[in-house]
DNA sequence: ATGTGGGCAAACAGCCGACAA
DNA sequence: TTGTCGGCTGTTTGCCCACAT
């Protein structure tokens, strides 16, 4: 949390800075007023391991399905004024709507789109005028106003894999809705995930946290395999050049270069030898405060080659076992690793019913389901 | 709160069930989204207190001011649909809005009321038709579509102290909303609340605690007068019969009668001793799970005559302190009685400038303070 | 006394191509 | 290629009263 220190907020000294965890569950929600997506997850602490573990971790890591086909687009005025419809850019609509019987005068076609709470909403698809356009026109006025969009909104749309519709919504950064809390005061709140991680990691039992991506950014529950990398992999001095991914406007990523201008702790006193954004960074490009200056060295990819210093604990085997077999290998290994999950092992989501691995990007993660929410 | 035993949240054993706290800071808030009403309270537990303390307590409970007139109407399909505008009930015009000009044909004029944002909203106010009545138009629909009103749910006219005009709604009791929370579970919220009481009754320092009447009416912070008279001045035993206020539909209030069935804890793991609801009482009039089946001591009047069974400890003097005068006055002494508040000691809405007191019912004194927030 | 509905005029929603960036 | 506008038409809004409860 970013927090000032307070001398009224206890400080938990048998609470690490970090903690091994399971991910017990996870689910996905979506605001039914807002559309705001977060997820909730349960997380048990452990002392103890299996080299399973990480390689389980690293095996989800890999598991990057093959994105679907979609387009994103940021809503103009007439986009979403009353007067009319929707201008679809021509590629978008060639790639992702059913192609358009062309013999008809003029060619136009229904469309349904399933949204993240499985509604459906109906467009009517036209191309038409001079010159030609592809058009979405009836059925475009319902959707913007029930989902409160505003120029600068984006609407995108997703096609999966059995050819179904996806819809979404991506509002524009507006001053921070601060609906925060109206029972909760924030430092009850930080005391609160505080004390329940701190009794969840004394006792070894589950505690429950969400996780934000619009509200707060910050991914804090990291995979343990994508930590052990950066940890055993990197070797960090003051001056290396690095990179590090962010996301696009359109939903894409790109990377920046930048380089490491101090190692230290971010908040000494509390949190000591922490590797929560111990590093401080400059940026080849960057407008004042545009890109943080405090990362974690899980977030960035050095350019030099790393080398390491010494063995990298669980890396047993010179090369870790890769396995691009079926799912059900994976959920024997995962029994074998970590039996006390028991039937729990396979996570579902209750939407969707698709069997995930614990281990992948959060964010990464969240977009592939929510891209699949329909299935 | 309601919340089941659950063996993940932790004890905390040297939380009592009571803390005496001292009121620092209290800050009345409206949600800009739903105009729901809040308060949010800095308390600072205390172990020890003077007779001065609890007779301000007593003081400001006294400090009711007259109830500025107002009405309140349950808004019909007429009054929400777009064909039309909102019928005023005769009685309610003729008490609350300025009189109007008869002479005119109609007789018709401009209102404007401001609501707890500050905003202001203008309607046409006119006395016409066959009967003749009177009817908001002009101005009417944009209110009900701004603050999204239903058949069902009521407004509030209010005519202060200077003849200015507040408006106020109070939604329909619907399912609840369950906007919850989307970054914080009912766990962490649960122990966070604990535990941040837990930490400044240890360290005598302040907290901070939000009270949303509407969310969970019970009120959880009690006058230290209320408390102390409850206490000391109440004999109880089964089969008492006693009164206890409700608010009505349309604001005002209504005493039932009742029964004290029992006298036990309410959480004897938790809360062993706890004066927290731990009566058990059965109505004279009631529908199934209509009133709450416990109450607490300081809720109730009860019907006979109350007696001491030992001299009360802070009422030293036989007839406490009547102060009737100027606010200087109860500040020196809140300063004699309480030095380390330093300045702190007048507490200010900073919204409309007005001192306050510890003490009141904070409903009621949220009541008062709302209807005054255009001064 | 006041909730609902028909009549009516004005405002708005929403589909179209023209035009320009 | 696509954002915005004027033209046009069908629907909705919103003020009036009548009528019923």
Redesign the interface.
């Given at each position: 949390m970013q927090k000032d220190v307070d001398?009224?907020?206890?400080n938990y000294p048998n609470l690490p800075s970090k903690l091994i965890c399971l991910l017990h569950n996870i689910t996905l929600?979506a605001?039914?007023?807002t559309d705001?997506v977060?997820a909730?997850m349960t997380l048990q602490p452990v002392t103890s391991y299996g080299k399973e573990a990480l390689q389980l971790s690293e095996l989800a890591l890999k598991q990057a399905r093959p994105q679907n086909e979609f387009f994103c687009k940021t809503l103009t005025a007439s986009d979403t004024s009353t007067h009319g419809g929707f201008s679809v850019p021509r590629r978008a609509a060639e790639k992702i709507f059913p192609p358009l019987d062309f013999s008809m005068q003029p060619p136009a076609q229904e469309i349904q789109a399933r949204d993240l709470h499985d509604n459906v909403w109906t467009f009517r698809h036209i191309y038409r005028g001079q010159p030609k356009r592809h058009l979405l026109t009836t059925g475009w006025s319902l959707f913007v106003s029930g989902k409160r969009l505003f120029a600068g909104d984006s609407v995108i749309f997703v096609r999966d894999e059995r050819q179904q519709l996806l819809l979404g919504i991506r509002r524009a950064n507006r001053q921070p809705?601060?609906?925060?809390?109206?029972?909760?005061?924030s430092?009850?709140?930080?005391?609160?995930?505080?004390?329940?991680a701190a009794?969840?990691a004394a006792n070894n039992?589950?505690?429950?946290?969400?996780y934000?991506p619009r509200?707060?950014p910050t991914e804090f529950v990291i995979p343990f395999a994508k930590y052990q990398k950066a940890v055993y992999g990197n070797q960090l001095s003051l001056g290396m050049r690095f990179r590090m991914m962010f996301e696009t406007e359109e939903l894409g990523t790109r990377r920046y270069m930048g380089t490491i201008t101090g190692i230290n702790d971010l908040d000494p006193v509390r949190w000591k030898n922490s590797q929560w954004r111990n590093l401080q960074v400059g940026w080849d490009e960057s407008a004042a405060g545009e890109r943080r200056n405090r990362v974690s060295i899980w977030e960035i990819e050095p350019v030099a080659a790393p080398f390491f210093i010494c063995p990298p604990p669980f890396f047993g085997a010179k090369r870790p076992r890769q396995l691009d077999d079926e799912s059900s290998e994976m959920e024997n290994l995962l029994k074998r690793a970590m039996p006390w999950l028991g039937e729990e092992i396979c996570i579902k989501d209750p939407q969707t019913q698709n069997t995930i691995m614990p281990g992948l990007s959060l964010v990464q993660w969240m977009n592939m389901n929510m891209q699949q929410s329909s299935s």
């Open positions: 001398a009224h907020v206890p929600h605001d039914l007023e705001e977060y909730q809705t601060n609906i925060s809390s109206s029972v909760l005061s430092d009850s709140m930080h005391i609160g995930i505080l004390a329940a009794h969840a039992s589950p505690f429950t946290i969400f934000n509200a707060s």
